[in-house]
């Protein structure tokens, strides 16, 4: 799977401070958008768990 532009979440505020999802390398990575050097990431099944 290779890297995916970062998406919003569709009830994301006007302000940009909002959770960010992408694939990238097989892994789903999360971040928020205010503060966007931290990333975690975990795999697909996790993430559709914690969803």
Do not use: H
Request: hydrophobic residues 30%; glycine residues 4%.
């Amino acid at each position: 799977m290779s890297n995916t532009n970062w998406q919003k979440s569709s009830y994301c505020a006007s302000n940009d401070e909002c959770v960010e999802v992408r694939t990238a390398n097989g892994l789903v990575e999360l971040r928020e958008s205010d503060t966007d050097g931290i990333i975690v990431r975990t795999t697909p099944t996790k993430f559709a768990t914690f969803l």
